[in-house]
Every structure is written in structure tokens, then in C-alpha cells.
């Protein structure tokens, strides 16, 4: 888990890197939202298709098929694979791109006749990204089954690289946001071509097609198809925010994308990794000691509590900082960055639960069940849609935030209903209700050492030249003295976490 994690933690760092390029290059304001809202499109099928339903049913089917057969047999799996799912992709594709205009239209309807034009083509363009990302995922599900996860985990980051170069590249000449999506294009050919060499080079191949390969892959496209709405829940209520936020004042789309990129990074850190990991893990329990699925859903629960309730309590402490030591430019005003804050905080208030979520539910897809966790997904989006509607207007761009959050509370709890009464497993809630308690104690009583030397530096600071306090306050300065402090905080958390009688099965 830590090379997933140390992977997944320096792609997420570069894409930090990038929303901070794109945040001059781009600003907050016309561009910069028909921008987010072309670059969503492939980019949130990427997330659904590629990454999340694609990787739920491909990956369990895989690593049967290397147990029982061995990896030579995968190959004919894995053409079939690539005929019906990549045919598919291209022939979406070529509608998208075709019907690209129409397509913005529907997800932004609040756009004005220019954004649409402005958008249009910049769709056209990005729309074979799609196919070389979801291309990539298939044959990282084929280097997963054999526990390789450094080019699925580290291919993020090379993609960040080559986005954040080509980023440069247009700050440098001054070139239009065409040229961008060019370079992103660019970046998801490279990064399937990574794919495709690490895969023959660990002996795989694409097998000739046969019967029985058909009917055995006819049970991974309806697994397939009904992963999507469970794996694409987060990724459609992002879309339902851009689509209402369309008809919020202009830069309302550019706010929402700054601050979810935050919060995702945590996420994408921790969350990301512990899921992929175990969801090979869970499938290869729930097929010979299934009653394990209980004491590892109970661990990972810990697990997730252990690291996100500090990093969440953190982040919001400094949410509006964030934005002001790193984004504030001409581009980018104060009252932006504040309400930027605001939303990336209420984002950081469903960290845990998001991370539960994709626990539980990768423990419905080893136990081969795909219909509860759609059925869970469809009441979520509706109920963050209906929440959009009534908090959109009054609230603005926060209030599609906190829509989401709602949504994501609500998946969590029908995750845990579900579990009991479909699988009959042992929650443990007394137990991890006992952990929590534990662990509130200990950062309450390291709170107040951090809270007093975080305070005699700040106040040490006020007392210096207007410029100096200008430049550790508020510009990225800030982060060379505090970040330090987080360090050490953390370090404190993990060296005593004994002492309170903590006991975390995956690190222990």
C-alpha cells in the first residue's frame, strides 16, 4: 500500500501543482469555466468507466482467471476486453465529438450562447483522452492481478507531468487554450503506451478469441454495466453541480473544480490506494474465508478514521489560506479565495465517508453483488439533486457543496444497512465507537501543545516588518513554518498512538 499511496501522493501533489498553473493561466471567470466544463466531460468518464466501474468488474474476473489458470490465459480475456469495451468508447467518442455543442448545452444549460461556442471545440478535442485512459485501465487491471502496482499507481503522476509541462509551455508563448488540450491529449497517449509496454514486458498477451472466453466475459460486461451508476455516483453529482452552477454568477464552475481538487487530494492519497489495494484483497477472501470480510471492514474503518479526522480537521483550519498563499493573482481576487475556502471545507466534512464508501463498496463487488450499490447510488444522486435545487439559489456555489455532502452521508448509511442485512456481517460498531473516543483524546490533548506553539510563531510573526509579516502570513511562505508543525503533529500521532492503546491491524 505505501508504493500505491507514495505514487498516488506525488500525482496528487503534481496535480496541485497543475490546478495552481491552471488557476494563472486560466483564472476564474469565462474561460476558465467553459474550460472545467469541456475538460469534466472526459475526465469524469475516465473516473467512471475507466478507473472505477471498469476496474470493479475486470479486476475480481482477472485475478480468477490468473489462480485457476495461470496469466497465460488472460490474453484471450483480455482481446475480447479491448474489442467490445474500447469499440464502445470509440463509438461514444465519435458521438460526443459530433454532437459536442449539444452535449455542453446539456451540461451547462446556464452557459450563454458564447461559452458554448468557446467550449465546443475544446470538447472535440479532449474527447479521445477517454479512449486512451480507459485503454490504460484495462491493462492495469491485468498488472494488478499479478500485484504490480507501481505504473497503474505512478501513471497519474507522469500524466500530471506532461499536463503541467504543456501548461508552461502556453504560459511561456502565450498560446490559446487550444494548444492545452492538445497536450492533454498527448499526455493519455503517453501514458497508454507506458501501459502496453509494462504489460508485454510481464509476459501477457492478447490470446485468439474463443466460445468459451465469450460466456465468461458476458458475466464481466453485466457486472460492468452494473458497476456504473455505483462507481460513477461522485463523478455525476459533480456534473449536476456544474450544471447548476452554470446558472450562478460567472467563475461559480471554476470555484467548485479549485476546491474539490483539494479535497480530493487526501482522498486520492489514502482512499484511492487502500481501495485499490484491497479490492483484489476482498476478492480472494470473500472465495475462501468470507467471515474475514467483518474484522477487515472494521480495520479498514480505523484505518480511514486514523488518517482522514486529523487531515480533515487540518485542512479546514486552513482552507481559506490555501487558497490565499497559493492561488491569490490578478486572476484569482481575495473574495475568490475566501469563498473558495468556504466551499473546500464543507467538500473536507465527507472525507471519511467517502473513503467508507468506496470500502464498502468493494465489498459488495467481492461478494459479486452490483445491484445494491446502484440501487445506492440512484437514491444518492436524487437526493443530491434535490438538494441542489433547494440550496443552489440561496447558498450559491456553497450550497452545491453541501448537496454533495448530504448525498454522500446518505450513501454511507445505506452502505451500512445494506451490509447487515444482505451479508449478515458483524459491524463491530461498539468497537470502532471505542476507537474514535480513544483517538479524540489523543489529538484533543496534542491540540493543545500544537494550538500554543502555532500561536506564539503567529503572534512572533505580527510583531516583524509589515513586509515579512505579509510574506509568512500570506503568500506561500506560510507553508515553509507550518508545514513543519504538520509534520511533527502527525509524527506525535503515529509514535503514540500505543500509549492510547490504539491498535490499527493494517500498520501494526
Not at 273 to 280: E, F, H, K, M
Not at 483 to 491: D, H, N, Q
Amino acid at each position: 500500500m505505501l508504493l500505491v499511496s507514495g505514487s498516488t501522493l506525488v500525482s496528487r501533489l503534481l496535480g496541485v501543482a497543475r490546478e495552481l498553473l491552471w488557476s494563472r493561466y486560466l483564472g476564474v471567470g469565462i474561460l476558465s469555466d467553459a474550460f472545467f466544463t469541456a475538460y469534466k466531460i472526459p475526465n469524469s468518464l475516465r473516473k467512471v468507466f475507466a478507473e472505477g466501474a471498469l476496474s470493479a468488474a475486470f479486476i475480481p474476473t482477472i485475478v480468477q482467471t490468473v489462480r485457476l489458470k495461470g496469466r497465460d490465459s488472460v490474453g484471450e480475456l483480455m482481446a475480447i476486453a479491448f474489442l467490445i469495451f474500447e469499440g464502445f468508447v470509440l463509438i461514444a467518442t465519435s458521438f460526443a465529438m459530433y454532437y459536442a455543442d449539444t452535449i455542453i448545452h446539456l451540461i451547462a444549460g446556464g452557459f450563454s450562447e458564447t461559452q458554448i461556442h468557446i467550449a465546443t471545440p475544446w470538447l472535440q478535442i479532449l474527447m479521445p483522452f477517454i479512449f486512451f485512459i480507459s485503454s490504460s485501465a484495462l491493462l492495469a487491471g491485468a498488472l494488478q492481478s499479478v500485484n504490480h502496482f507501481f505504473v497503474p499507481a505512478f501513471s497519474p503522476a507522469l500524466l500530471n507531468v506532461f499536463f503541467i509541462g504543456g501548461t508552461i509551455f502556453c504560459m511561456a508563448f502565450q498560446l490559446p487554450i487550444t494548444y492545452l488540450c492538445w497536450f492533454i491529449l498527448g499526455g493519455g497517449a503517453l501514458q497508454l503506451l507506458w501501459h502496453i509496454a509494462t504489460y508485454i514486458q510481464l509476459g501477457f498477451t492478447w490470446g485468439p478469441i474463443t466460445l468459451q472466453g465469450v460466456k465468461q466475459f458476458k458475466s464481466t460486461l453485466i457486472k460492468f454495466i452494473l458497476c456504473l451508476p455505483a462507481t460513477g455516483v461522485e463523478e455525476l453529482n459533480l456534473l449536476i453541480n456544474t450544471s447548476f452552477a452554470s446558472y450562478l454568477p460567472v467563475g461559480s464552475i471554476s470555484l467548485i473544480n479549485y476546491a474539490n481538487r483539494f479535497a480530493h487530494l487526501p482522498q486520492g492519497v489514502f482512499g484511492h490506494a487502500i481501495s485499490t489495494i484491497l479490492l483484489p484483497h476482498f476478492s480472494k477472501i470473500s472465495s475462501y474465508a468470507p467471515k474475514r470480510l467483518s474484522f477487515y471492514l472494521l480495520e479498514s474503518a480505523k484505518l480511514i478514521v486514523w488518517f482522514m479526522l486529523p487531515v480533515t480537521i487540518f485542512m479546514s483550519l486552513f482552507a481559506s489560506k490555501i487558497f490565499i498563499t497559493i492561488y491569490l493573482s490578478d486572476k484569482f481576487t481575495l473574495s475568490q479565495a475566501y469563498q473558495a475556502g468556504l466551499i473546500l471545507q464543507i467538500y473536507l466534512l465527507g472525507l471519511i465517508c467517502i473513503a467508507l464508501n468506496k470500502i464498502m463498496r468493494i465489498m459488495f463487488y467481492s461478494q459479486h453483488n452490483t445491484w445494491v450499490p446502484t440501487v445506492i447510488s440512484i437514491a444518492s444522486v436524487g437526493i443530491n439533486y434535490l438538494a441542489n435545487t433547494y440550496l443552489a439559489t440561496p447558498l450559491q456555489a456553497p450550497g452545491l457543496a453541501l448537496a454533495t455532502l448530504l448525498s454522500t452521508i446518505t450513501q454511507s448509511i445505506l452502505f451500512v444497512f445494506f451490509l447487515k442485512t444482505q451479508f449478515n456481517l458483524t459491524l463491530y460498531c461498539g468497537q470502532l465507537m471505542h476507537f474514535v473516543a480513544r483517538y479524540i483524546l489523543q489529538l484533543s490533548l496534542l491540540f493543545i501543545p500544537f494550538g500554543l506553539v502555532y500561536y506564539g510563531i503567529h503572534t512572533a510573526i505580527m510583531h516583524q516588518s509589515a513586509y515579512c509579516s505579509h510574506l509568512l502570513l500570506n503568500t506561500i511562505a506560510f507553508w515553509f513554518w507550518i508545514s513543519p508543525l504538520c509534520a511533527l503533529f502527525a509524527w506525535s500521532i503515529f509514535k503514540l498512538r500505543r500509549s492510547f492503546n490504539m491498535h490499527l491491524h493494517f500498520i501494526d
